[in-house]
Each structure stands twice: as structure tokens, then as C-alpha cells.
């Protein structure tokens, strides 16, 4: 059974920067993700990185945040600079066995998230 948990999130003014982390348990997951949700909204793709390290940004954070992985502890992080108070969310971690290039940013093929984490940008 995989097993996501998610830390990193905090308070922060606009302009500073967060580390979210994700420890990852139970299986070698072949794309993992980043999701965001506000409440009584859908919960939205942020960024995935595949396998082979080939990652993909939703076009509100491209250039600001960067996905990264370190398959011998089998962490997802996130590194979030120029942050904006837009970007205040619950974060989740989402895995999928199946590449990236199939599951893209689609909630129903990500069998594995965790409890997420929260970040609050104020302005």
C-alpha cells in the first residue's frame, strides 16, 4: 500500500519562498505530482515530474516553482520562490504507477495522496 506525507507548509509574505516535501512509501512510483486546493474548488495540477526527471508546470507557477525528486529516499519536493498570495492552498502529494505522459494532471489516475500541507502567502 503506498503511503504519501506531506511537510513543509507554513506562513509566508509575498515574494518569499517555501520547501515542501514528501516522504513516499511503499512503491517506486513512475509519475508524481504536486496538486492545490482551495476549498468548494477543484483540486488543480501544479507540477509532475516523471521517472526520467521530465517535469511539467500548470502555467501559474512555471518559472517560480520547481519540482524535484530523490529516488534513493524516494522524496517529491517543491520548491516554491516568488510567491504570491494566489498561491495560498491546501498542497497535496500525488503519485500514480503509470507514466506522466498518460496520467498528466488527471486526479482519477493518481492512486496514492497524502493529508497535504498547508501554505498561506500573505500580501
Known amino acids: 500500500q503506498g503511503q504519501l506525507a506531506e511537510s513543509g507548509g507554513g506562513s509566508v509574505q509575498a515574494g518569499g519562498s517555501l520547501r515542501l516535501s514528501c516522504a513516499a512509501s511503499g512503491y517506486t512510483y513512475s509519475c508524481m505530482g504536486w496538486f492545490r486546493q482551495t476549498p468548494g474548488k477543484e483540486r488543480e495540477g501544479v507540477a509532475r515530474?516523471?521517472?526520467?526527471?521530465?517535469?511539467t508546470y500548470a502555467d501559474s507557477v512555471k518559472g517560480r516553482f520547481t519540482i524535484s525528486k530523490d529516488n534513493a529516499k524516494n522524496n517529491l519536493y517543491l520548491q516554491m520562490d516568488s510567491l504570491k498570495p494566489e498561491d495560498t492552498d491546501m498542497y497535496y502529494c500525488?503519485?500514480?504507477?503509470?507514466?506522466?505522459?498518460?496520467?498528466?494532471?488527471?486526479?482519477?489516475?493518481?492512486?496514492?495522496w497524502g493529508q497535504g500541507t498547508q501554505v498561506t502567502v500573505s500580501s
Open positions: 515530474i516523471d521517472a526520467d526527471r521530465v517535469t
Open positions: 500525488e503519485a500514480a504507477p503509470r507514466a506522466c505522459w498518460w496520467v498528466g494532471f488527471e486526479r482519477n489516475r493518481y492512486n496514492y
